[in-house]
């Protein structure tokens, strides 16, 4: 059975820097195909802010480039986003995902996932 369990949401005041992790069990986070990090706004739906596919390679839409950084650790078997120069709108819930399948190009939809953590908020204020 796969499990996903997110930690390191918060608030923090715009300009900061948080660390998120994903500890997963049941899955192999370097091995076991794409995974990504979400961003869910009150009222909205799941939005891709990090992904990473075959080879390693990483993917980050242009409202997160620069900023986020994904990174797995495979002793811990943990998969991390690096939120750094945090803004009011990145303000949401943070969901880790994870599927079976790869990709040569890193999958941006929610539907692409076969697998969800609980979520970690964070909330950044001006």
């Known amino acids: 059975q796969v499990q996903l369990v997110e930690s390191g949401g918060g608030s923090v005041q715009a300009g900061g820097s948080l660390r998120l992790s994903c500890a997963a069990s049941?899955?192999?986070?370097?091995?076991?195909?794409?995974m990504g990090w979400f961003r869910q706004a009150p009222g909205k739906g799941r939005d891709v802010v990090a992904g990473?596919?075959?080879?390693?390679?990483?993917y980050f839409p242009d409202s997160v480039k620069g900023r986020f950084t994904i990174s797995q650790d495979s002793a811990k078997n943990t998969l991390y986003l690096q939120m750094n120069s945090l803004k009011p709108e990145d303000t949401g819930m943070y969901y880790c995902?994870?599927?079976?399948?790869?990709?040569?190009?890193?999958?941006?939809?929610?539907?692409?996932?076969?697998?969800w953590g609980q979520g970690t908020q964070v909330t950044v204020s001006s």
């Open positions: 995902a994870a599927t079976i399948r790869w990709s040569v190009r890193a999958f941006l939809s929610a539907s692409d996932y076969d697998y």
């Open positions: 049941g899955y192999n986070t370097v091995s076991g195909g794409c």
């Open positions: 990473i596919y075959a080879g390693g390679r990483t």
